[in-house]
């Protein structure tokens, strides 16, 4: 096969690289609100399974149960919380400060109030370069990816934690 002959792959101009940003901006914005949804239905059912796992140790000392049956309700309870607060590390606010640029920034709100004045940041919008977006909005999506990545682990082990939960309380309702 010859190199030669094959067409050249053309560089992205400036303005078709602000579109992709956008674009992959919004994407991996629309993922993390859904990481956000799926953690609170997540919080909603677990909230409501440790309500029943709690009721059930707490009635451990009412009601003769086997050793066997309070480890699992123990495990069930201690896997529900873990759960429960992996769900909640998903929808807790992620942004660090240390993590951001501290130069003509428009795209995270702490970047944007790191100007002393609404004018500052105006005469700061106003005069940015077309490198300048690229810059911001290249360094918006790593650390939108790799909030995304945060939350998708978190979400992950959250329903890990649920499952073991479920299977617990499942093995102490067939144990006792």
């Given at each position: 096969m010859d190199v030669q002959n094959e067409p050249k792959a053309e560089i992205l101009s400036k303005e078709k690289k602000i579109e992709l940003a956008k674009y992959s901006l919004s994407h991996l914005s629309e993922l993390v609100k859904f990481a956000?949804?799926?953690?609170?239905?997540?919080?909603?059912?677990?909230?409501?399974?440790?309500g029943h796992l709690l009721t059930k140790l707490f009635a451990l000392r009412?009601?003769?149960y086997s050793s066997a049956?309070?480890?699992?309700?123990?495990?069930?309870v201690i896997c529900c919380l873990a759960a429960l607060g992996f769900a909640i590390k998903v929808v807790y606010p992620r942004l660090k400060y240390k993590s951001i640029q501290k130069s003509k920034g428009f795209v995270y709100w702490a970047e944007i109030l790191a100007n002393p004045t609404p004018e500052s940041f105006r005469d700061n919008f106003f005069n940015i370069t077309q490198d300048e977006v690229l810059e911001n909005f290249s360094n918006e999506l790593y650390h939108v990816a790799n909030i995304n990545k945060q939350k998708y682990q978190a979400l992950q082990k959250s329903f890990i934690m649920a499952v073991m939960s479920a299977i617990f309380m499942i093995l102490f309702f067939i144990v006792n």
């Amino acid at each position: 096969m010859d190199v030669q002959n094959e067409p050249k792959a053309e560089i992205l101009s400036k303005e078709k690289k602000i579109e992709l940003a956008k674009y992959s901006l919004s994407h991996l914005s629309e993922l993390v609100k859904f990481a956000d949804h799926k953690a609170l239905v997540l919080l909603g059912i677990l909230g409501f399974l440790s309500g029943h796992l709690l009721t059930k140790l707490f009635a451990l000392r009412k009601e003769e149960y086997s050793s066997a049956g309070i480890a699992l309700c123990l495990l069930a309870v201690i896997c529900c919380l873990a759960a429960l607060g992996f769900a909640i590390k998903v929808v807790y606010p992620r942004l660090k400060y240390k993590s951001i640029q501290k130069s003509k920034g428009f795209v995270y709100w702490a970047e944007i109030l790191a100007n002393p004045t609404p004018e500052s940041f105006r005469d700061n919008f106003f005069n940015i370069t077309q490198d300048e977006v690229l810059e911001n909005f290249s360094n918006e999506l790593y650390h939108v990816a790799n909030i995304n990545k945060q939350k998708y682990q978190a979400l992950q082990k959250s329903f890990i934690m649920a499952v073991m939960s479920a299977i617990f309380m499942i093995l102490f309702f067939i144990v006792n």
